[in-house]
Nanobody, 121 residues
Framework: QVQLVESGGGLVQAGGSLRLSCAAS????????MTWYHQAPGKQRELVAR???????NYADSVKGRFTISRDNAKNTVYLQMNSLKPEDTGVYYC???????????????WGQGTQVTVSS
């Protein structure tokens, strides 16, 4: 069974930094896109950043220049370096990954459980 486990969230003051990690484990053949989402309190989940297997990236306008997504394919892990954090970055951050398992011919989308980020003003 494939699992995604996020870590790295916490409480930080505005202007500070955090680095989130999301590690995939299980019967994994390969991973395509890996994506981070943000869900602010009372709002819908929104895409923050995405990275392809070839390491092409795209970002939400609200985080461009502040956040950097990266991946380590050998570790099946995606990272989100968050700098210059703002109070509006507060919320739960989820990762997702499109994963080919050894036992399936087509990929499935898997989600992590989320990690809380709180930015104080």
């Amino acid at each position: 069974q494939v699992q995604l486990v996020e870590s790295g969230g916490g409480l930080v003051q505005a202007g500070g930094s955090l680095r989130l990690s999301c590690a995939a484990s299980g019967s994994i053949f390969s991973i395509n896109d890996m994506t981070w989402y943000h869900q602010a309190p009372g709002k819908q989940r929104e895409l923050v950043a995405r990275i392809t297997r070839g390491e092409f990236t795209n970002y939400a306008d609200s985080v461009k220049g502040r956040f950097t997504i990266s991946r380590d394919n050998a570790k099946n892990t995606v990272y989100l370096q968050m700098n210059s954090l703002k109070p509006e970055d507060t919320g739960v951050y989820y990762c997702s990954a499109e994963i080919f398992e050894f036992t399936r011919a087509s990929p499935n989308l898997f989600w992590g459980q989320g990690t809380q980020v709180t930015v104080s003003s």
